[in-house]
T-cell receptor, first 117, second 115 residues
Framework: NAGVTQTPKFRILKIGQSMTLQCTQDMNHNYMYWYRQDPGMGLKLIYYSVGAGITDKGEVPNGYNVSRSTTEDFPLRLELAAPSQTSVYFC????????????????FGPGTRLTVL | GENVEQHPSTLSVQEGDSAVIKCTYSDSASNYFPWYKQELGKGPQLIIDIRSNVGEKKDQRIAVTLNKTAKHFSLHITETQPEDSAVYFCAARRRSGGGADGLTFGKGTHLIIQP
């Protein structure tokens, strides 16, 4: 298994441009997450999905959109890039969200480093 | 919402000594506390976790303790080795409205093992 893969690894955007960060997992996990990590900070949840066709906002969703058309893919869309979105973005997945007492591990991808100038 | 505080931000220890990283959380309903290790240029990787019905858990040189009353938990690494050098994050499981449980992370501790 490749686990969680993310593309691209690095990207530089100009203010106002748009892009999609790709995330794919091959572990047949229902739950997927997008986090951002700013320098010297922990990860903050942007959006999450409990299964294909279902998404919901996390702690810092403004400026982002997501979709989940398949179990494997969970792309993150930036429509009008702003300098405040300069960060490292991590996608993660888990087999359950823990709502019924499960505490399944979240597996993280290698990250996408995004710079908005 | 949940708030997780982590200390220290940087910890330097001699190889072979022990390292302790401490975290506090604010939401008494949080019930799952994982620790992640992040090496340079990589995503975080789970190294140990503890549920709220357990006070201590150990896995070889790594142990985690949880004090629910005080709402704090700690990571203990004994006999530190150069490969332990990394950034360590604590986290608490936070229930969000949609039913999935995203993690709330501390700001991280940069652990440096001095040879």
């Amino acid at each position: 298994n490749a686990g969680v893969t993310q593309t691209p690894k690095f990207r530089i955007l100009k203010i106002g441009q748009s892009m999609t960060l790709q995330c794919t997992q091959d572990m047949n996990h229902n739950y997927m997450y997008w986090y951002r990590q700013d320098p010297g900070m922990g990860l903050k949840l942007i959006y999450y999905s409990v299964g294909a066709g279902i998404t919901d906002k996390g702690e810092v969703p403004n400026g982002y959109n997501v979709s989940r058309s398949t179990t494997e893919d969970f792309p993150l869309r930036l429509e009008l890039a702003a300098p405040s979105q300069t960060s490292v973005y991590f996608c993660a997945s888990s087999s359950t969200g823990g709502t019924k007492g499960g505490y399944n591990e979240q597996f993280f991808g290698p990250g996408t480093r995004l710079t908005v100038l | 919402g949940e708030n997780v505080e982590q200390h220290p931000s940087t910890l330097s220890v001699q190889e072979g000594d022990s390292a302790v990283i401490k975290c506090t959380y604010s939401d008494s309903a949080s019930n799952y506390f994982p620790w992640y290790k992040q090496e340079l240029g990589k995503g975080p990787q789970l190294i140990i976790d503890i549920r709220s019905n357990v006070g201590e858990k150990k896995d070889q040189r790594i142990a985690v303790t949880l004090n629910k009353t005080a709402k704090h938990f700690s990571l203990h690494i004994t006999e530190t080795q150069p490969e332990d050098s990394a950034v360590y994050f604590c986290a608490a499981r936070r229930r969000s409205g949609g039913g999935a449980d995203g993690l709330t992370f501390g700001k991280g501790t940069h652990l440096i093992i001095q040879p």
